[in-house]
């Protein structure tokens, strides 16, 4: 049976950095993102500051886990529709998303480094 994404009301005020809203089907998702933050207490910069080679976390694979066993399963949809009255979301953010309907696969990934160098408080 085929289902349709039945949605009366939805608001998302933010939507940012690699995130989605999706009402309805899709085959595949593949947000993505990658942060670097630096925050100095006094604003003085090397110029090296940013070279995300030099950080591990930019580069290591992500792991993954094999799937090896096949999945059996029954379904029985008693509605012809995915139904959601109302939804209110204030921000998604960083690789994240809201999806309203099936989704065949979904590899949503991130990297976030922030570094901060703030002076010591006696």
Not at 60 to 88: A, D, H, M, R
Not at 96 to 107: C, E, H, K, R, Y
């Amino acid at each position: 049976m085929i289902r349709t994404s039945c949605v009366n009301r939805l608001k998302v005020t933010f939507v940012i950095y690699s995130s989605f809203v999706h009402v309805g089907d899709v085959w595949g998702i593949f947000p993505d993102s990658q942060v670097f933050a630096l925050q100095r207490q006094i604003p003085v910069f090397w110029g090296d500051e940013g070279k995300l080679e030099k950080l591990p976390i930019f580069f290591q694979p992500f792991p993954s886990q094999e799937i090896n066993e096949e999945v059996i399963f029954t379904q029985e949809n008693k509605s012809p529709c995915i139904g959601v009255n109302n939804l209110y979301i204030l921000g998604i953010s960083t690789s994240a998303g809201l999806q309203i309907g099936n989704t065949a696969i979904l590899d949503a990934k991130n990297r976030t480094k922030h570094i901060r160098h703030l002076i010591p408080s006696d």
